[in-house]
């Protein structure tokens, strides 16, 4: 996964890159994993624990790359600092459901994206 952000000046990098990786991941877990659907017999959720939860795990994590676009922005404050919080984690989901489309002609318009739902998909008439 690649991510380029312009996020202002940046005070720290390393805390930065680490924040916007995170959001990246929490993209990732949104896209792919973080189903939690109701259990129509008992009016419950599904999983209702963290032990059943399903989250991404190092395994599952792509190598990431955080890349900075420097921008002068003083415009938010005089030493045009920026919050970098959850924004790693906005496009993510879009670019994988993007890269399921291209893949393979389907479109999902569901999170998260599983293989049932690709092979249910009708595809796009070319």
């Known amino acids: 996964m690649l991510g380029a952000f312009a996020p ?46 399903l989250v991404p795990v190092n395994a599952d994590a792509p190598e990431i790359t955080i890349e900075f676009v420097e921008v002068q922005d003083t415009g938010i404050n005089p030493l045009g600092v920026k919050g970098v919080g959850e924004i790693g984690q906005v496009g993510t989901a ?17 999170l998260p994206i599983a293989a049932e739902l690709v092979m249910d998909a009708a595809p796009v008439p070319s």
């Open 8 to 53: 202002g000046r940046v005070l720290n990098p390393k805390l930065a890159r680490s924040q916007l990786m995170g959001g990246m991941l929490w993209g990732l877990s949104q896209a792919l994993l973080e189903g939690n659907p109701m259990d129509s017999r008992y009016g419950r959720w599904g999983a209702i624990s963290l032990g059943e939860y």
């Open 94 to 110: 879009a670019a994988i459901a993007n890269a399921v489309f291209n893949a393979t002609g389907r479109r999902i318009h569901e």
